[in-house]
């Protein structure tokens, strides 16, 4: 089968790496040459995915089987009219058009499926902000309603935020929308990712839900199995099937979830690997979250989704801008028992891109904590140079 990855970062690397291995062909299309999923794919494109017209001549071009969305900023309302030529969308048109924009897929999960969200608002000015921001009260979220690994996300917490927040969720967004949301904060205990597995022919499939850890909107560490109570962990499910059931096509989703005193809230979704999932590389399952999606892609059959071992992972960051960052200390993670690492292989950095991951695993019965520490010290061991 021929695959056109739209969007070739890390997650997409992964992803490639998989088909690979199990014979598929993959050409990787971002906005700037020799980025990660390029370095391993059978070829690739440069182009600006919110070119319409770009993007219909690459399809044109490679006739694909499947087309496979791995970032927002992509004209996915094209998306229909491929599914019309018989192309295989990822998870479907509807699925991959409805989560690139936050509006569309928190009205589906809010209004029409009835799930528990944060009190929420949209606003297209700075004054409409200020009204959003009377409706939910603060402290409160704004987010841009197109973007990815936090971009343009804040917290407002006085009067005197509210224009910059405006100000820097306009900053990072991504595409041409000029729209925010503001959403009412969630007093919540921890936050989990559900990867959730929709087959053509088989049931929906759940992983051990993952904990994670964010700073300026984007994960800092990551953790499976998450704790959660078995009620917790029911409603999550339940909420998470009944969305990607909406959506349609198969895949796998990074659902999101808050877990607070008064049960669980829907958060987000991703049509596709999520970077908490990252997680998953270190053997936590008997297949990554990477394996998972490709075989539901492809309706290979998936007989279950057994958890093996207890692990964490730790973000490399970059500090500083550079267009050939170089990396010291591999050699001192490298000598860490139960842990392994990814350098994501970007041409360019700049403060607080992630560059890599550490990974550390145990057994189940390992206290979570000490695994994600040993994660978090492994990570540090490898220094980004400029």
Known sequence: MKILLLGSGELGKEFVIAAQRIGQTVIAVDSYENAPAMQVAHGFEVINMLDGDELDRIVAKHLPDFIVPEIEAIRTERFYDYEKQGITVVPSAKAANFTMNRKAIR???????????????YATTAEELQKGVEVVGMP???????????????TIK???DIEKAWNYAVDGSRGDVVEVIVEAFVKFNSEITLLTVTQNNNPTLFC???GHRQE??????????AQISDKDLYEAQDMAEKVTEALGGAGLFGVEFFLTDDGVYF??????????????????QNFNEFELHLRAILSLPISGITLEKAAASAVILASENSTNPTYKGLEKIAALAKTDFRIFGKPS????????VALTNDTLETPIEEIVERAKQAAALIEVQY
Do not use: F
């Not at 309603?145 to 936090?150: A, D, H, K, N």
């Not at 950095?349 to 890599?356: L, T």
């Open 208 to 210: 051990a839900p993952i």
């Open 107 to 121: 009205d589906l999960a809010a209004k029409d499926l009835g799930l528990k969200t944060a009190n929420y608002r």
């Open 158 to 160: 006085t009067e005197a």
């Open 349 to 356: 950095s700049r403060p607080y891109r992630r560059m890599g």
């Open 267 to 284: 958060s987000e979704l991703s049509p596709r690997p999520h970077d908490t999932g990252m997680v998953t590389l270190a053997g936590t």
């Open 216 to 225: 300026r909107g984007d994960y800092q560490e990551s953790w499976q199995p």
């Open 140 to 154: 409160c979220v704004v987010k841009p309603l197109m973007s990815s690994s936090g971009k343009g996300q804040s």
